[in-house]
Structures are given as C-alpha cells and as structure tokens.
C-alpha cells in the first residue's frame, strides 16, 4: 500500500565503492538470476541497498539514525564539518522511493549552493 513517508536521519561518507559493498554483500547472498554483475551493477546497487546506502556524485554514503516521521513532501539536507549530511524527507511512496527522494534533496542542496 502506498503511503507518505517521512524520514530524518544521517547520511556518513564512507569509503567503499559499489563494487566493494556488492562483492562483500555476495559473500553471503546469492545474486537473483536476473542480474548480470558486474554489468548490472547499478540497478544491483539500488535495489538489493535501497533504504542502506545513497550514492551521490561518486561518493557512498550508509544511512544512520534513520526515524520515520508522518505528512506532505519535504527534501532537505544539512551538511555536518565531518562531510556527513542530515536529511529530513517527506514523499508519497506510491509515486517516489527513497532514492528518488533523496537524490531531489541532493538536487535541492546543489542548487542552493551555487546560488
């Protein structure tokens, strides 16, 4: 059922690459016939870490102190002195993921920055 969501929390930098996250992720998960690594490795990327890591211009992220909050759309960061960001979000799931929400908050925060 689709719904609202709002969320806060933490994104840290942290230095790992997709294909550091997804060879140790296979170590212990079997990789669903669908994909073809290391071909696929976005879409592998997003789906089987949707809601654990956010990418944004090369650099990966792991989401800490997430909380689920409730009502109307909100895409907001905060960037810490440790290059680590806040976030508050607020999407209607039946029409935007957390990703989605999450790279428009980028968006937003690039914008007001070359401002």
């Not at 944004?56 to 997430?66: A, C, R, S, T, W």
């Not at 009502?71 to 979000?89: A, K, Q, R, V």
């Amino acid at each position: 059922m689709s719904d609202y969501e709002t969320k806060i929390g933490t994104l840290e930098k942290i230095d790992l690459t997709k294909e550091q996250i997804i060879e140790a992720w296979m170590t212990t998960n079997e990789l669903p016939n669908y994909y073809n690594y290391p071909e696929d490795i976005d879409e592998i990327f997003r789906d089987e870490f949707d809601g654990v890591y956010v990418e944004n211009k090369g650099q990966i992220y792991v989401i800490v102190n997430e909380k689920d909050l409730d009502n109307e759309d909100i895409y907001h960061l905060t960037e810490n002195p440790d290059g680590s960001f806040n976030y508050i979000l607020k999407y209607y799931n039946g029409g935007c993921g957390f990703d989605e929400a999450i790279e428009t908050a980028f968006n937003y925060y690039h914008e007001s920055k070359e401002k």
